[in-house]
């Protein structure tokens, strides 16, 4: 299942360091504008510890991570809804990704330039939301005109696009985003068509001062991100690119020696990399058998045949039914054997929705 967080920010907040660490990709992160040109695309893996304990118990001949992809899109500037900077590229690269990642400088350094002369999280953060707006008011204007001509010559679907695009367009005119409008699920089918840059959710990522995520205090720049945030019912994840940068240049043991030697529980990368999974309303379920322990991504809401189609499409065709257990349920009964014997292996149909944490074999016939 191909889904992708695209990481946007103004330049030298971070950003291009973040990806770096997330990636070890080697994007060029440099202290000037536009050291980003082309989006770079990464994978990472999805941390999962119950991928772990399943290993342990069924001991496969592989293990296989789900994983997720990030795009690091140039820096944006205030303009880029009119061409400033490199600003209509940048903007197409943003309409490609299912979810944004906002990247907010929320430390000083006098070595490291900010575009606008000063450290100020808001005003970053509402340059560069204004820009998607109006990129997306540019856009909702356009096809506005053109929905308006054939809704007046009585054409049905015209006339309920041209009702959902007044209630996007008002919201635009008013500095909304249109992820903040409440639509009915026929209206949201409309809307994704539209494939609006505000209608993506969004996720903010302070990045903070090796010594403020260290001594754990928050400083007034990430008080007023998370305030910011906070007004628009979106999430905010604490990071210090730097030092996940000096993460990503060690292995497992010492990743994990480094962290407990600064009293940091968990990197930043891995909170990220939760919390934009859970930004798409993305969950994981598992196979594990000898050949192989493996975990797969799904959306919340989809069956147990269309989960088996991610696997493979004769799965999905084929579908006869789930042999399901949930996670817990097998860890505790000690593996297949001691979960059937306990009674929590079920047989599902094709009507069941997927849960987060089923561990599954799919019995189907082509």
């Known amino acids: 299942m191909a889904l992708t967080a695209g990481i946007v920010g103004l330049p030298n907040v971070g950003k291009s360091t973040l990806f770096n660490a997330i990636t070890k990709a080697g994007a060029l992160a440099a202290n000037y504008p536009f050291a980003t040109i082309d989006p770079n695309v990464g994978i990472v893996e999805v941390p999962d510890y119950r991928l772990d304990r399943l290993t342990e118990l069924v001991k496969p001949k592989k293990t296989v991570p789900t994983a997720f992809e990030f795009t690091d899109i140039a820096g944006i500037v205030k303009g880029a809804s009119k061409g400033e900077?490199?600003?209509?590229?940048?903007?197409s690269h943003i309409r490609d990704v299912d979810a944004i990642c906002q990247v907010v400088r929320a430390f000083d350094d006098e070595n490291i330039t900010h575009v606008s002369?000063?450290?100020?999280?808001v005003d970053d953060i509402e340059t560069i939301n204004m820009e998607l707006i109006l990129a997306d008011l540019e856009s909702v204007e356009k096809r506005y005109a053109r929905v308006q001509k054939m809704a007046k010559q009585k054409d049905k679907d015209a006339i309920a696009?041209?009702?959902?695009?007044?209630?996007?367009?008002e919201a635009l005119e008013n500095e909304r985003p249109v992820r903040s409008i409440d639509f009915t699920p026929?209206?949201?089918?409309?809307?994704?068509?539209?494939?609006?840059?505000t209608a993506k959710p969004m996720l903010?990522?302070?990045?903070?001062?090796?010594?403020?995520?260290?001594?754990?205090?928050e400083n007034d720049y990430l008080k007023a991100i998370r305030a910011y945030a906070d007004n628009e019912g979106s999430e905010v994840i604490v990071i210090s690119a730097k030092i996940e940068e000096e993460l990503a240049a060690l292995d497992d043991d010492d990743k994990k020696e480094y962290l407990t030697d600064l009293g940091i529980e968990e990197a930043g990368l891995d909170k990220l990399i939760r919390a934009s999974y859970h930004l798409?309303?993305?969950?994981?379920?598992?196979?594990?058998?000898?050949?192989?322990?493996?975990?797969?991504?799904f959306r919340h809401g989809m069956t147990a045949p269309q989960c088996a189609g991610i696997i493979h499409?004769?799965?999905e065709r084929g579908f006869i039914r789930a042999e399901t257990v949930s996670y817990d349920d097998l860890v505790d009964n000690n593996g297949m054997t001691g979960a059937k014997e306990a009674g929590k292996v079920r047989l599902e149909g094709k009507e069941y929705l997927m849960k987060d944490?089923?561990?599954v074999h799919f019995r189907f016939n082509v």
Do not use: C
């Not at 900077?85 to 903007?91: S, T």
């Not at 002369?117 to 999280?121: E, L």
């Open 357 to 359: 944490g089923d561990v």
């Open 186 to 197: 026929e209206q949201l089918k409309l809307v994704k068509g539209m494939h609006l840059l």
């Open 161 to 169: 696009e041209e009702a959902i695009l007044a209630i996007v367009k």
């Open 85 to 91: 900077g490199l600003g209509n590229k940048f903007l």
């Open 204 to 217: 903010y990522v302070a990045n903070v001062s090796e010594d403020d995520l260290v001594s754990g205090d």
């Open 117 to 121: 002369g000063k450290v100020d999280p």
């Open 313 to 315: 499409t004769d799965f």
């Open 280 to 297: 798409l309303g993305l969950a994981t379920y598992f196979t594990a058998g000898e050949q192989e322990v493996r975990a797969w991504t």
